[in-house]
């Protein structure tokens, strides 16, 4: 499995932005679609945006379609969440995935996950 470690997260206000950043130490994940979901207190995980090897694809959940974009940097081993317009319902922690498969958007095709980074978005 790939390690993947978040950072980014933080406490902002509604309506402020926030950019997520993951990236896997040592490994690449150049071939794997790339994933961002998020648990928030007594939720269960969700999905939240995923992307695919090339960059082809893009998959948004409902909740957050036009103000997050998920972006990737496979030269630098990195992949971004770019949140805008955040608002207290986006308070969570959000999770880093890759799949092994090139282009994913379910949650079960995603099997190495990081520890997460805490997003607080206060109204």
């Known amino acids: 499995q790939v390690q993947l470690v978040e950072s980014g997260g933080g406490l902002v206000q509604a309506g402020d932005s926030l950019r997520l950043s993951c990236a896997a130490p040592g490994r690449t994940f150049s071939s794997s679609a790339m994933g961002w979901f998020r648990q928030g207190p007594g939720k269960e995980r969700e999905f939240v945006a995923a992307?695919?090897?090339?960059?082809?694809?893009?998959y948004y959940a409902n909740s957050v379609k036009g103000r997050f974009t998920i972006s990737r940097d496979n030269a630098k081993n990195t992949i971004y969440l770019q949140m805008k317009s955040l608002k207290p319902e986006d308070t969570a922690v959000y999770y880093c995935?890759?799949?092994?498969?090139?282009?994913?958007?379910?949650?079960?095709?995603?099997?190495?996950w990081g520890q997460g980074t805490q997003v607080t978005v206060s109204s």
């Open positions: 995935a890759a799949s092994r498969r090139s282009v994913a958007s379910f949650t079960d095709e995603f099997g190495s």
């Open positions: 992307i695919s090897w090339d960059s082809g694809y893009t």
